[in-house]
């Protein structure tokens, strides 16, 4: 069964960073795809980074240039480097895993005051 568990959200004041981590089971390296998606109130769930096992790595327009995705492969994590935040990036963040299907953290809550 595959696990994984988020850390790293919070209260954050607009132009800071936080950093997001998701441990998985298993080697980060063994997924095809991980990444992170984000859903804000009254929103769907939309991407916003995403890393292949080819390490191709996609980012949402919104992000690109202020986020960035990485794995960690000694503590099998992939993480999302999040800087110059805005209002707007107030969500709750999950990761997703993808082997043969896809998996979902459980979400952490990023809030973004002005």
């Known amino acids: 069964q595959v696990r994984m568990v988020e850390s790293g959200g919070g209260l954050v004041q607009a132009g800071g960073s936080l950093r997001l981590s998701c441990a998985a089971s298993?080697?980060?390296?063994?997924?095809?795809?991980a990444g992170w998606y984000r859903q804000a109130p009254g929103k769907q769930r939309e991407l916003v980074a995403i890393?292949?096992?080819?390490?191709?790595?996609d980012y949402a327009d919104s992000v690109k240039g202020r986020f960035t995705i990485s794995r960690d492969g000694a503590k099998n994590t992939v993480d999302l480097q999040m800087t110059s935040l805005k209002t707007e990036d107030t969500a709750v963040y999950y990761c997703?895993?993808?082997?043969?299907?896809?998996?979902w953290g459980q979400g952490t809550q990023v809030i973004v005051s002005s």
């Open positions: 997703y895993t993808r082997r043969t299907v896809g998996y």
């Open positions: 298993g080697s980060i390296f063994s997924y095809n795809v």
């Open positions: 890393i292949t096992a080819g390490s191709r790595i």
